[in-house]
Each structure stands twice: as C-alpha cells, then as structure tokens.
C-alpha cells in the first residue's frame, strides 16, 4: 500500500484512515467504501478530477489535500514503510 487516505467529514464525524493502494480509479473507490464516503458523490467527473488533484498535488507536494465542497475533505500521503 503505498498511500494513506485520510477522508474527514464535514460533519461531527471522527476522521477515517485507510489505505490507498493506487492512484486508479478502483483504487480510489475501494479506499472511499472502506472510509465509509458517501457513494453518490462518486460519478466519473467526479473521480477523474479528485485523481488529477490528488497526482498533481503529489508528485509537487509530497502529500495532496482535495476539499470536496461541503461534504468534507481528503487527505492523501505517501504511506511511510
């Protein structure tokens, strides 16, 4: 696994951290399931463009962060072994 995926509601609900095993698509959703995110949010638009700011965040930052409007927030960073 060599990210972890940090997803953070909006809500008063605690933080979920799970690991991501990729940057695909399928990995993303797996990761999101295991969060617990809430699946309508996933349409294809939707994942594409959380992936293209999540890479481009990574490959500049070393770790990536995506607001997702009012639902909450992702965190992504390189898992450490």
Known sequence: MPYMM????????DAVTVPLRDLTPDALCDAAANADMDYSLFT???IYRTLYALCYQLLHNGDAEVTIGEFGSLLVV???L
């Open 6 to 13: 940090t997803w953070t509601p909006a809500s008063d609900d």
């Open 44 to 46: 294809d638009t939707f």
């Open 78 to 80: 390189p898992r450490v």
